[in-house]
Every structure is written in C-alpha cells, then in structure tokens.
C-alpha cells in the first residue's frame, strides 16, 4: 500500500502534494522546495502555448504530475465533448501526468457550461449514464481515471443508494481507480447528517489512489441550519487532518494533495499544509511499525 502511484511516467511518491499556481511558478524554480509532486487543472493549460506552459515544462522536468480535470460532466446527461476529451489527451500526452482525475458531477447541459460541479441522483440510470461516460473517457484517453466523491448540499429523493454504493458499482463496471476527498466527506457529513467516519468504513480504499485534502467554510443555509461550503479557500481544518489520519488506516500511505484554490497564500503557507501531510503520513508508518 505504501508504494508510489502511477498510471503514466514519473511515479506519484505517496507525499503531500499541492496544486500548482502561477503565483508560485518562479519561487518553485528558484528554490526547489522540497515538495512530492503538482496537481494541475487541466483547463488551465489547454492552449498552445504561452508562458504558463513554459513554466509548467520547467516544472513538470523536476517534479511528478497530476492532471485533474473540471469540466468533462462526467455525470451529465447528454454526449460528453470529444473536442474537450481530445484537448485533455493532447494535455496529457505532452506532460505524461502519473495520475488522471475528474468528478462525479455534472457541469453542462447542452452547450450550457455551469461554473458548478452539481450533484447527481445515484439511480441505476445515472450509473449506467457515469459509466458509459468513464469508458468513453478510458478510451480517448488511453489511461485510466480516478473518480472523485463530490462535496454536495443538496440530495435528490429519487436515490435509490448510497454515495458509496454507487462508486464502488462504478469501480466495478469501469475499472477506473478513486479520488478521495476527505473534505468532501467532512463538509457531505455536516450538511446531510451522517457520520464520516462511517462513510470512511464503507469507502472501497482498495481502489483509491489519491487523496484531496482543503479548507471549507462555515455558512448557514436559508432557514438558518449550519451549512459548510468546499471552498478551498484556507487551511486543512483540524477536523479534516483527524478523518484524514483515520483514511490513512484504510488506504495506506499514498498521494495526497492539498487543495488551495482561492485567496491563495504565498508558497510558504501552501508548503506548509503540504508538510503537515507528510508529517500525517510520516506518523502512520511510524504507527505501522509498532509491534
């Protein structure tokens, strides 16, 4: 369980990650932090040329690389768009990325594209919708996907089973790997009302090969009920490092991301979260070697 991750060349060492900005492109090259590996969104960096591929080149020549996807509405009703698939398999061809990633979620509707990742009813029409989509994905792409649990605050009455049953059938008919978020599974906790350790119990780790961690914020929904929003717009909260420490139990020491995608800090406190990760981990084997 504690071997690197890779689906590609330049394996994943299972280490804290963090995801890369341009605001942090000339410190990581002047000074070579000490960092296991970058998470890029992949729209990001669909165009030709320009500066940020010259410096994501630079960076991916030192580091390994994760490319997470946005935008292919994997859980969307309608065809998902091959000139958007084909730019994604250009994207990862050049950087030969170790891991692939997108959301179950959807974001367009015809030739809408939604600035949201929304939630899905988990129905075996749904299921049969997400896996048709994942093996398109698989074959355009010719290398698998991890599927990431969503952050949702919302939940449809026509659910016929759980988040976890859903993606473990998904895993089952697709052969595609897991992201796991554990945020997610903090801030779905909260606004549904289950336990999150619970969830974790039942998650299939087995199939997991990376793991989200970021900052959430606190809100209320419209009759006043605490409601926490996946923001990624601050530090791991304490919470979320605890449930992390209890994934570890079940997953093993693997690739783990800190996601930090708005009011981003200076490099120094996004490495920070990443060291902590480490130091999780670091804490895990230590915990494993015990007799």
């Not at 010259?54 to 509405?73: C, E, F, N, T």
Request: proline content about 8%; some cysteine; glycine content about 8%.
């Amino acid at each position: 369980m504690a071997a690197s991750v890779s689906f590609g060349t330049s394996p994943v060492p299972p280490r804290g990650g963090v995801g890369l900005k341009p605001e942090h492109y000339r410190t990581i090259l002047d000074s070579a932090p000490d960092v296991g590996w970058f998470e890029i969104h992949a729209e990001n960096y669909m165009g030709e040329g320009g500066p940020p591929h010259a410096y994501l080149a630079a960076i991916r020549a030192r580091y390994p690389l994760s490319l997470h996807g946005v935008g292919l509405s994997i859980g969307g009703a309608g065809p998902l768009d091959k000139a958007h698939l084909s730019r994604l398999r250009a994207l990862a061809d050049r950087y030969e990325p170790a891991l692939f990633s997108e959301h179950l979620a959807w974001s367009s509707h015809g030739s809408v594209y939604l600035n949201d990742l929304l939630p899905l009813p988990y129905t075996d029409e749904t299921l049969t919708c997400v896996c048709d989509h994942i093996d398109e994905v698989h074959d355009a792409m010719a290398r698998p996907m991890l599927l990431e649990n969503p952050s949702t605050y919302v939940a449809y009455a026509e659910t016929t089973m759980s988040e976890v049953e859903f993606l473990r059938a998904v895993v089952h008919r697709t052969g595609c790997g897991l992201l796991l978020d554990v945020n997610n599974v903090f801030v779905q906790a909260a606004n549904h009302g289950f336990d999150p350790f619970d969830y974790l119990d039942a998650f299939p780790a087995e199939h997991v090969r990376e793991i989200h961690l970021g900052g959430h914020a606190e809100d209320e929904d419209a009759g006043g009920a605490p409601l926490l929003i996946d923001d990624h717009g601050r530090e791991v909260a304490d919470p979320v490092w605890t449930l992390y420490a209890e994934a570890l139990k079940t997953t093993g020491p693997i690739p783990t991301l800190i996601e930090w995608d708005n009011d981003v800090p200076a490099w120094e406190g996004l490495f920070a979260e990443a060291k902590r990760a480490d130091a999780a981990i670091a804490t895990f084997r230590k915990s494993e070697m015990r007799p």
